[in-house]
């Protein structure tokens, strides 16, 4: 078995990263359960079922090969039409960024489509998308700890190129650690 953080190559042949990238998928649309990468088996685990009455509203993975400020993969929110089964590999585009304050620390989601959905790969850029969608997406993140006693804050949606950086720095924290021998399940 491969382990879909370190064995996956996040780029997408003939496409340029960071602005497209393969995402594994975690947690399909629709669901209220907390799905996560066993960081070290490489293995998919329920971490929880939400407390609160929501679902996700997007598609939820990471890009693999990437190590985000809070020391899991890099977020990302899939758009599509149709739900994308767990642990399912997908190639997306990043059109967004959206930040949350979690325990006092920036927690970044790539929002993104998969291109290859013949209704969200038009989007290009965040401000193309009804501004309904964002709407629900913040009150979700803003929502979903809540009956756990967890306060969380939700930044406003920025552009793709505020997503580039991210996903950029996360591949290089990656790749210093990965050097280092520091990375956990490898």
């Given at each position: 078995?491969?382990?879909?953080?370190?064995?996956?190559?996040?780029?997408?042949?003939?496409?340029?990263?960071?602005?497209?990238?393969?995402a594994?998928?975690?947690?399909?649309?629709?669901?209220?359960?907390?799905?996560?990468?066993?960081?070290?088996?490489?293995?998919?685990?329920l971490?929880?079922?939400?407390?609160?009455?929501?679902?996700?509203?997007a598609?939820?993975?990471?890009?693999?090969?990437?190590?985000?400020?809070?020391?899991?993969?890099?977020?990302?929110?899939?758009?599509?039409?149709?739900?994308?089964?767990?642990?399912?590999?997908?190639?997306?585009?990043?059109?967004?960024?959206?930040?949350?304050?979690?325990?006092?620390?920036?927690d970044?989601?790539?929002?993104?489509?998969?291109?290859?959905?013949?209704?969200y790969?038009?989007?290009?850029?965040?401000?193309?998308?009804?501004?309904?969608?964002?709407?629900?997406?913040?009150?979700?993140?803003?929502?979903?700890?809540?009956?756990?006693?967890?306060?969380?804050?939700?930044?406003?949606?920025?552009?793709?190129?505020?997503?580039?950086?991210?996903?950029?720095?996360?591949?290089?924290?990656?790749?210093?650690?990965?050097?280092?021998?520091?990375?956990?399940?490898?």
């Amino acid at each position: 078995m491969i382990h879909p953080w370190h064995a996956v190559t996040p780029g997408i042949q003939g496409k340029d990263l960071p602005a497209n990238f393969q995402a594994v998928i975690e947690i399909p649309k629709g669901s209220s359960n907390k799905y996560e990468l066993d960081k070290v088996s490489g293995m998919l685990k329920l971490d929880r079922v939400l407390s609160s009455a929501v679902y996700y509203p997007a598609n939820y993975g990471f890009i693999p090969q990437t190590l985000a400020e809070d020391d899991d993969p890099l977020d990302v929110l899939v758009y599509s039409v149709e739900e994308i089964p767990p642990m399912c590999l997908c190639e997306a585009r990043a059109v967004g960024l959206m930040t949350m304050i979690d325990h006092g620390d920036p927690d970044h989601k790539i929002i993104s489509v998969m291109t290859s959905d013949p209704v969200y790969n038009e989007f290009e850029k965040a401000s193309d998308f009804p501004k309904h969608i964002f709407k629900m997406l913040k009150r979700f993140f803003e929502d979903y700890k809540t009956l756990e006693g967890k306060d969380v804050e939700v930044d406003e949606i920025m552009p793709a190129e505020a997503a580039y950086a991210v996903i950029e720095d996360s591949l290089n924290r990656y790749e210093k650690l990965r050097r280092q021998g520091k990375m956990k399940g490898l």
